[in-house]
């Protein structure tokens, strides 16, 4: 188990504003960030971060989607940070969200779900490593 986790808040998210609430809300849940960016993944950029996916039918709609707009990726630190981030932002479909949680407050829909969130501390690292140097990290 480590202590850092990753999240990336997605296209439809920043679009609609809600970025500095949904930053509030990490910070106010105890979690530290250690690097923070706002950028814009390319086709082939989204394509490779979800490339894990890329045999299921929601590939082309999804790397079609998280490159249609501005993200803001970010490294978080705080004890068990995968788990009780998980917990934070409540389940992938905002519908069966617990109420308080950052999808349930924010997300339009299980496709436009207003933040990613790594579910195991491997993927955490992986996908920290992916948008941040260690330069880009305090």
Known sequence: MTNRTFTMIKPDAFGNGHTGAIL???EAAGFKFIA???TKLSAEKAGEFYAVHAARP????LVEFMSSGPIVAAILEKDNAVEEFR???GATNPANADEGTIRKIFAESIGRNAVHGSDSDENAAI???FFFSGFERI
Not at 58 to 61: A, T, V
């Open 36 to 38: 923070l960016k706002l």
């Open 24 to 26: 509030q809300k990490i």
């Open 87 to 89: 917990k934070l932002i």
């Open 127 to 129: 996908e920290g490593n």
């Open 58 to 61: 929601f590939y082309g709609e």
